[in-house]
């Protein structure tokens, strides 16, 4: 079964610093990538994904995540992070066409004013 | 419009004890998903339903954990004669559609459940 590693617990950046968050799958075959973001005290939230086609996803808030099919990651980059960036970040991976979804423990963001 | 709810939002038992927890799912949403977060943990799945089909209970822990859905819309989650590793955020997530690249899981608040 696939597993996902995020390298970082937490990261602290002050405002208008780049940010990349690692994220790294084990698993073989084909499959869908995803960064999930919580907001304090919001939910779970989409941020992007990664089907298929150009290996560089935009998604919302101006954050992008690559994917490296040959290095098995899936960073999620932003190059210029905002005090409302504040939030806790998980990658997540599924095998192409299995229900199950793998969660990486998540990265704590904090951004400084 | 409404978003997927979940409930109780807090959850204090003890151990030994039956917990049922509750989703509903966006309306029209045919995938549903249970998770459990456990503290410094990313999200574990634990159960997945599709419309009609059988559920995919591949990820349930133990049988002292059960999920129905209902219907086709609501779902409930029970876990018989809690134990204190039960003790984590169950989260709920819908979806309009499974697999494919238009797929959005959609979260709910999550139950924070407490065993003592």
């Known amino acids: 079964a696939q597993s996902v590693s995020q390298h970082n617990h937490h990261v602290i950046l002050s405002e208008a610093a780049s940010l990349e968050l690692g994220c790294n799958y084990s698993y073989g075959g084909t499959v869908n990538l995803f960064w999930y973001v919580q907001y304090p005290g919001q939910h779970l939230q989409l941020l992007l994904k990664?089907?298929?086609?150009?290996?560089l996803v935009k998604g919302i808030k101006g954050f992008e995540a690559e994917f490296i099919k040959s290095k098995f990651s899936f960073n999620l980059r932003k190059p210029s992070v905002q005090w409302s960036d504040t939030a806790e970040y998980f990658c997540?991976?599924?095998?192409?066409?299995?229900?199950?979804?793998?969660f990486g423990a998540g990265t704590r963001l904090t951004v400084k004013p | 419009g409404a978003g997927v709810s979940q409930s109780p939002s807090n959850k204090v038992t003890e151990k030994g004890k039956d917990v049922e927890l509750r989703c509903d799912p966006i309306?029209?949403?045919?995938?549903l998903y249970w998770y459990r977060q456990s503290l410094g943990q990313g999200l574990e799945f634990l159960i997945y339903?599709?419309?009609?089909?059988?559920?995919?209970k591949s990820g349930l822990p133990s049988d002292r954990f059960s999920a129905e859905r209902t219907g086709g819309s609501v779902s409930t989650l029970t876990i018989q004669r809690t134990q204190q590793e039960d003790s984590a955020v169950y989260l709920c997530?819908?979806?309009?559609?499974?697999?494919?690249?238009?797929?959005?899981?959609?979260f709910g608040p999550g139950t924070r459940l407490l065993v003592l």
């Open positions: 990664y089907f298929s086609g150009d290996p």
């Open positions: 997540a991976v599924r095998a192409y066409n299995n229900n199950d979804m793998r």
């Open positions: 339903f599709q419309g009609n089909s059988a559920p995919d």
């Open positions: 997530a819908s979806s309009l559609t499974s697999g494919g690249a238009h797929e959005t899981q959609y």
């Open positions: 309306s029209g949403h045919t995938a």
